[in-house]
């Protein structure tokens, strides 16, 4: 079994479906955990949405997936009428949901899906989650304000801290746009920045194999694929 991590894919279905292919991942054996952050600024969200919940579906032991900061925003929209949303993607992204599910019920249902992930996802080896972990807080008891987290915060704190928190699993996030996947010991931001860095033909969606500490990165301008190690320090 290998294990793989993908987050921020903020609607690239393209993206997502070629990294899969290019990879080989067998998801009835290989393991799959989405790190939140599905939708907005990209062509396809609702389809993003659509996949993963089936494969969660199909493979509930090796997929897994938890909430981002956007299905957060969206969330906040859908109950409370919270607009915060419409301007981080929002308006586009309930286009793309009325475009791929006509039915209304049916596309109830996968918002309401994606709104109702977990804040984090742990096996074995590694904790999952958004953006960073509160090390104040037990890590059942962590506030929703994690997904908000900014990397500053979170890689100030010291690396004994957080292993304490988790009972010595390292943290697999996304979250804060980078071009290059670093791994501390304690955690490893692997955002690079799909339909978000703030240069454009930077912009990339990553599959992290976990078990080999290499990640395949297909860069968006150019609809390149290439691989690389993970970066220590
Ligand atoms: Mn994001």
């Given amino acids: 079994m290998r294990k793989f991590f993908m987050t921020d894919i903020h ?7 070629l990294l899969l292919k290019k990879a080989e991942v067998q998801l009835g054996r290989d393991q799959l955990v989405f790190g939140g952050d599905m939708i907005n600024r990209g062509a396809d969200s609702a389809g993003v949405v659509k996949l993963i919940k089936h494969l969660m579906e199909q ?50 249902e996968h918002m309401m899906w994606a709104c109702s992930l977990p804040l984090y996802y742990e096996d074995g080896e590694y904790v999952y989650t958004h953006a960073g972990l509160n090390p104040g807080q037990p890590l059942e008891q962590q506030d929703r304000d994690i997904l908000w987290m900014n990397e500053h915060d979170f890689y100030h704190q010291p690396r004994a801290e957080l292993l304490a928190l988790t009972g010595g699993k390292p943290v697999i996030h996304g979250h804060t746009p ?7 010991g304690a955690r ?26 290499t990640y395949l990165v297909y860069k968006q301008a150019g609809k390149k694929l290439e691989e690389r190690r993970v970066g220590r320090y």
Wanted: aromatic share 8%; proline share 3%.
């Fill in 11 to 17: 609607g690239d279905l393209e993206g997502l479906k």
């Fill in 59 to 108: 493979y509930p032991d090796n997929v897994h997936a938890v909430i981002g900061n956007h299905e957060e925003m969206m969330a906040d929209y859908l109950v409370q009428g919270d607009k915060l949303w419409l301007s981080h993607g929002g308006r586009e992204t309930l286009k793309s949901f009325a475009a791929r599910f006509p039915d209304e019920g049916v596309r109830q």
């Fill in 178 to 184: 980078v071009e290059r996947i670093y791994w501390d």
């Fill in 188 to 213: 490893m931001n692997c955002d690079l920045g799909s339909n978000t860095y703030s240069v454009p033909d930077e912009r990339a969606l990553g599959l992290i194999n976990l078990t080999e500490m």
